[in-house]
């Protein structure tokens, strides 16, 4: 196993993939479950066929890979459909997502894990939780930005996932994310210190 993994989380919008793309800049590992799920759904994926037994040809596209489109609207109908799709591909990712830690060179890994405090995922397996944040007005203008949704409909997905306050209330290491790159990027290196020397003393303390 990787010597030190930390759990990194954040609710949308908050730059999850912008502080992991910098951690690994830094020569930190990177474990993405929400990258993994995708390449489980792509087409021939090692969900593919158990999705296909339990939906329905209708949710897979012609090169084998999953229909999201589809998957939404079934899962929007069937509220039961959202529970039988993650109890396929929970399993299969997290066995990915263990194995790529345990695999990794790297002094330390960062396992993203975008509803860490909504599943409570994981919890055995990371050593510490770094949480990304930034006052919720400026999550709901990034993902409008990025992504053409209306605000109610930003403000219905961030209701949906866990509050500021309770992933806050997880977090060893609380990375704020509101004023650029420059302060962004300093607080990462300071946590890469910390990260590698944590690391080290974890190695020295099982030998």
Excluded: W
Excluded at 51 to 59: K, L, N, P, Y
Excluded at 168 to 197: C, P, R
């Amino acid at each position: 196993m990787s010597a030190f993994v930390v759990g990194l989380t954040g609710g949308i919008g908050s730059g999850k993939s912008t502080v992991a793309d910098l951690f690994v800049a830094e020569g930190a590992g990177l474990v993405d479950t929400d990258a993994i799920a995708h390449e489980l759904t792509g087409p021939g994926g090692t969900a593919m066929a158990a999705i296909r037994e339990a939906f329905g040809s209708e949710v897979v596209t012609q090169d084998g890979a999953l229909e999201r489109a589809a998957m939404r609207r079934l899962v929007f109908a069937q509220p039961e459909a959202k529970k039988r799709l993650e109890g396929i591909l929970h399993p299969l990712i997290r066995q990915l997502a263990t194995q790529r830690c345990r695999e990794s060179a790297a002094p330390y890994v960062i396992l993203a894990v975008p509803l860490l405090a909504e599943t409570g995922a994981y919890r055995d397996f990371y050593d510490r939780v770094a949480v990304v944040d930034c006052p919720e007005a400026l999550q709901i203008e990034r993902v409008m930005a990025r992504s053409g949704l209306s605000e109610q409909e930003v403000q219905a997905i961030m209701a949906s996932q866990a509050s500021r306050v309770q992933r806050l209330a997880l977090a060893d290491d609380v990375i704020v994310n509101s004023a650029g790159l420059g302060e962004l990027l300093a607080q990462i290196k300071a946590l890469n210190v910390k990260y590698m020397q944590l690391s080290a003393e974890k190695v020295k303390a099982a030998c």
